[in-house]
């Protein structure tokens, strides 16, 4: 049996979750694999989210699921990695009144493959209207990226 101590570096004796945290620190660790299955972002305009994902990142949408008990609807877009974007949306959900920075997810990230790709999705994109927050540029950690916003504000970087 495989035993795994957690370290919560940044949770101290005083963090109000180290109470939640302490008691699953020493428990056997039985996970062979896991990974990200998807992550969803909230959408006003989901048919337009949609279509910027499909058509700039060549991600295939499912069929539109509806619940209309709960007033929710989504998209789950797919790329050629398996990576999956769930594009939702529900009539209680409002814009962000700070969309700039704030905590929580701060930008999602495609590898294109090269640099010569990053620029010209990055030009194709600023062609079409969309907005360009980040130049294409050598990065201090050593990546070729720019930056762009997807059509509600959210960060996309292109990386070599």
């Known amino acids: 049996m495989l035993s795994k101590t957690f370290y919560f570096s940044n949770i101290g004796t005083g963090h109000p979750l180290w109470a939640i945290l302490k008691p699953v620190r020493h ?3 039985k996970i062979l694999r896991m990974e990200i ?4 972002i909230w959408a006003s305009d989901l048919d337009a989210m949609k279509a910027f994902y499909t058509h700039y990142f060549k991600g295939i949408s499912n069929d539109k699921y ?10 789950f877009i797919t790329f050629e990695s398996g990576a999956k974007l769930e594009l939702m949306r529900k ?6 009144k700070n969309k700039e920075e704030q905590v929580g997810i701060a930008h999602i990230a495609f590898s294109l493959g090269s640099k010569d790709e990053v620029i010209l999705l990055t030009e ?6 969309i907005k360009i927050v980040g130049e294409p540029r050598t990065t201090g ?4 990226e720019s930056v762009v916003l997807d059509v509600e504000g959210n960060r996309i970087e292109l990386l070599a």
Do not use: P
């Not at 950690?141 to 070729?144: E, N, Q, S």
């Open 27 to 29: 428990q056997n660790l």
């Open 37 to 40: 299955t998807h992550i969803g």
């Open 66 to 75: 509806t619940n209309s008990i709960k007033k929710f609807e989504s998209y």
């Open 91 to 96: 009539e209680s959900i409002s814009k962000a």
């Open 124 to 129: 194709q994109l600023r062609s079409d209207g």
């Open 141 to 144: 950690d050593g990546y070729f």
